[in-house]
C-alpha cells in the first residue's frame, strides 16, 4: 500500500529545504557547511519517499484537475483567522523538533518583513504565505501540498531536487511533455506555464484580486526553488518574470531563515494585524 503521509510533518520539507540552502549569514560555520555537502547521506528517508511520490504524481493532467477541483473555492467560507486556526490544527505531536506552529511561521516571516521596513502589503504576504496549506484539510496527501515546485507539460529540470524520480511519472516518456518547451512557446512567460499543484498556486488564486502583483508573484512562486535558486527555467520565462522574481527573491530568506526567538506575543501584535487584514483583504474568503 502506497503511504501518502511519509513525513512526520509538512515542516520537514521546509527543514529539508533549509539543508540544501543554508542560511549564508551561517555559511562560515562548519556545521552549517557539512550539513550541506551530506545533504544526500544525511535527509531522511521520509523526505525521499515523499519526493518520490511528488515527482511520480505531479502530471500535467493532475495539476489541470486539481486545479478543475480546488479553484472553485466552494469547499468553505471563513474569515482568515479562522483559517489560521484551522491551519494550527497541523501541528503534529510526532516531531519532537518542530517547536513552532504554523502560524508562529507565519508570524516570523511577516515580522521579519516588517521589521526591515518593506511595504504592508509584502508584510500581508508573510502572513498568508503558507495558507495554502489548509488544503491537507481537505483531505490532500503531503506531496499534493507541499513540496517544490516546477513546471509541467515540458520535461523535467534536472536542477529539481531527486530528478531521478520524475522516471515513474507518466509525463517522463510522453511524446510532447517530455521535450524541453513541451507544449509551451519559448520564453512565452510563466502565466502560460502550468506549475504542480500545491499550497503556493492555491493561495495565489486566492489572493490575485487583492494584492499589487509583486506580492503575488512571491505567494504563487515561493517554493519554485528550481528557478529561484538555479534559473533552471530562464527559457520559459519572459523579462517580465525576470523583473517580478527581484521580489520572489527577496522574500525567499524572510520565508527560510527567519528565527526570532524574541518574538512579540500574539496579543502585541494583534491590532497591527487585524488593521493590515481589513486594509486589503474581504470580511471572509473562500476556500
Ligand atoms: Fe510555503
Ligand atoms: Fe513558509
Not at 268 to 283: D, N, R, S
Request: negative net charge.
Amino acid at each position: 500500500m502506497e503511504n501518502n503521509t511519509p513525513l512526520a510533518s509538512l515542516d520537514e520539507w521546509e527543514m529539508d529545504i533549509l539543508k540544501r540552502y543554508p542560511d549564508p549569514s551561517n555559511i562560515a560555520n562548519e556545521k552549517a557547511v557539512e550539513a550541506f555537502r551530506d545533504y544526500e547521506a544525511e535527509t531522511r528517508d521520509t523526505v525521499k519517499e515523499f519526493y518520490r511520490l511528488n515527482h511520480q504524481y505531479q502530471s500535467y493532467d493532475f495539476v489541470i484537475d486539481k486545479k478543475n477541483e480546488f479553484l472553485q473555492f466552494n469547499k468553505k467560507e471563513m474569515p482568515i483567522w479562522n483559517a489560521f486556526d484551522f491551519l494550527n490544527e497541523l501541528v503534529d505531536d510526532s516531531d519532537p523538533d518542530t517547536d513552532l506552529d504554523q502560524m508562529q511561521h507565519l508570524l516570523q516571516t511577516s515580522e521579519a518583513i516588517r521589521n526591515d521596513g518593506h511595504p504592508d502589503w509584502m508584510v500581508l504576504v508573510g502572513l498568508i504565505h503558507d495558507m495554502g496549506k489548509v488544503l491537507c484539510l481537505f483531505g490532500e496527501p503531503q506531496w499534493s501540498v507541499v513540496g517544490d515546485t516546477f513546471p509541467v507539460g515540458c520535461a523535467y529540470s534536472d536542477k529539481i531536487v531527486y530528478p531521478e524520480f520524475f522516471k515513474s511519472n507518466p509525463d517522463y516518456n510522453h511524446e510532447i511533455y517530455s521535450q524541453k518547451y513541451g507544449v509551451y512557446a519559448p520564453n512565452c512567460g510563466l502565466k502560460n506555464v502550468q506549475l504542480s499543484w500545491g499550497h503556493d498556486e492555491y493561495v495565489y488564486h486566492m489572493m490575485k484580486d487583492h494584492l499589487p502583483e509583486e506580492g503575488l508573484y512571491m505567494l504563487r512562486y515561493h517554493s519554485f526553488y528550481s528557478q529561484h535558486r538555479e534559473s533552471a527555467y530562464d527559457h520559459l520565462m519572459d523579462d517580465h518574470d525576470h523583473e517580478m522574481f527581484k521580489w520572489v527573491k527577496l522574500f525567499n530568506p524572510y520565508d527560510l531563515y527567519s528565527k526570532n526567538p524574541n518574538q512579540k506575543s500574539w496579543e502585541e501584535l494583534q491590532p497591527y494585524y487585524k488593521a493590515l487584514v481589513k486594509k486589503y483583504l474581504p470580511e471572509t474568503l473562500k476556500f
